[in-house]
């Protein structure tokens, strides 16, 4: 390892997010801290149902602007399966129900500052239901739009989200190697 950890505190504690402040030493003998936000596990969902992708637009706090991604969260709950947390969100926010849930990976968010795998799945045979949005999720609307013009979004800015531009590459390599399912596991 090039970091050893020295000494942990946790700083900060809310229902969504753990923050600790580390004192390290480097492999060089330099000392310092390191701070980590640690989140449960999350899933963002790829709902496609012919050549149509469903996105949410919601308002963001941390950028003050409504931002379009593909439907994602957690349930700030440890040890929860993926499917089951995946298949929940995309109820929670788009009132969608799939038939099938395929894992087509996992990746962590953001590993320079948190501790957050999210689980990327995709989802097709969807069918209406009503929606249950937690109340932070009041503004959500859904949008149905083509995979064209959800690609068109993603070159020419109007998509900025990084897990859904990544969730998105990993659903086009998945789908070019024929389909291989993925592992949830670590």
């Not at 590993?111 to 503004?139: N, S």
């Not at 800015?157 to 859904?164: C, E, F, L, Q, R």
Request: proline content about 4%; hydrophobic content about 35%; glycine content about 8%.
């Amino acid at each position: 390892m090039s970091i050893r950890t020295l000494s942990s505190r946790e700083v900060y504690r809310n229902p969504w997010l753990r923050l600790r402040e580390d004192q390290i030493e480097r492999n060089d003998g330099n000392k310092g801290i390191y701070s980590v936000v640690d989140k449960d596990d999350c899933a963002i969902i790829i709902p496609i149902d012919g050549d149509t992708i469903y996105l949410i637009e919601q308002f963001r706090y941390t950028i003050q602007e409504r931002a379009l991604e593909l439907p994602q969260g957690g349930w700030e709950t440890p040890d929860v399966e993926p499917e089951e947390l995946a298949r929940g969100e995309l109820r929670e926010e788009t009132g969608l129900v799939a038939s099938s849930m395929t894992c087509l990976g996992s990746m962590w968010i953001a590993y320079g500052f948190t501790k957050q795998k999210q689980h990327v799945y995709l989802a097709t045979g969807l069918a209406h239901a009503e929606k249950d949005p937690d109340p932070e999720e009041h503004d959500l609307i859904l949008h149905g739009v083509t995979i064209a013009k959800f690609e068109r979004m993603l070159l020419d800015g109007t998509i900025k989200d990084a897990s859904t531009l990544a969730a998105w590459g990993l659903y086009k390599v998945w789908k070019e190697k024929e389909g291989t399912a993925c592992s949830v596991a670590g």
